[in-house]
């Protein structure tokens, strides 16, 4: 498998920069390595890296199993998304998870500013326009990921 050392980081700071409630974007290879990050730091990107890729491991097991569709090797995962409802002065938080191409994660944190469906086709238009770049490595040569 090639891969494109591009730094993306840009693309992830435009979406995060025009779209209101956005609070970091992290691109993560789908074995939990972190590529490029938005709105946070490093140490808290390698972690949402490792957290999405962990998601994405879930999301393709069961119940997934039962529908044989979808429990295809290699089958992507459209959109997975969770959120937080406000608590108080606190506002309510969405965290979407996408795979726009093979060995490719992103993961979006937002607060209840932008809604869920905002919130996706965002990441969904993000993936279209940086997909010749989306592209990257197995953590190890030889090795096989459980989450692809």
């Given at each position: 498998m090639?891969?494109?050392?591009?730094?993306?980081?840009?693309?992830?700071?435009?979406?995060?920069?025009?779209t209101m409630g956005v609070t970091a974007v992290v691109h993560a290879s789908t074995d939990g390595l972190h590529?490029?990050?938005s709105g946070v730091g490093t140490?808290?990107?390698?972690?949402?890296?490792?957290?999405?890729?962990?998601?994405?491991?879930?999301?393709?097991?069961?119940?997934?199993?039962?529908?044989?569709?979808?429990?295809?090797?290699?089958?992507?995962?459209d959109f997975l998304h969770s959120g937080t409802a406000?608590?108080?002065?606190?506002?309510?938080?969405?965290?979407?998870?996408?795979?726009?191409?093979?060995g490719a994660l992103l993961?979006?944190?937002?607060?209840?500013?932008c809604t869920g469906p905002v919130l996706a086709q965002e990441l969904s238009m993000l993936g279209k326009r940086i997909a010749q770049w989306w592209e990257t490595a197995p953590r190890t040569h030889g090795a096989t990921s459980l989450a692809g």
């Open positions: 090639m891969t494109n050392n591009r730094d993306l980081t840009f693309f992830l700071d435009d979406l995060r920069n025009r590529k490029h990050h140490d808290a990107a390698e972690r949402l890296a490792a957290y999405a890729s962990s998601l994405r491991a879930t999301a393709m097991g069961p119940p997934c199993e039962a529908v044989p569709a979808v429990a295809q090797e290699g089958a992507p995962l406000p608590v108080g002065l606190a506002p309510g938080t969405h965290t979407m998870l996408t795979q726009p191409a093979a993961l979006a944190v937002a607060d209840d500013r």
